[in-house]
């Protein structure tokens, strides 16, 4: 999803569907493009994690 997200084959989500509902799978994609967001964008200001 994260390189090509235009050339996820249709059997992917067929795949998917077998196990989750439509909705389920909304939240998963947003929750993994999220993920891949907050990467990106602490990546590009060279943000690191305060472990406290």
Known sequence: MTHA???I?????ED???Y????QIVELTLV???ANFTNRFND????T????
């Open 5 to 7: 997200a235009a050339a």
């Open 9 to 13: 084959r249709e059997t992917v989500l």
């Open 16 to 18: 998917l569907r077998k």
């Open 20 to 23: 989750y509902t439509e909705e």
């Open 32 to 34: 993994i493009c999220l």
């Open 44 to 47: 590009a200001l060279q943000v």
């Open 49 to 52: 994690p305060d472990l406290g």
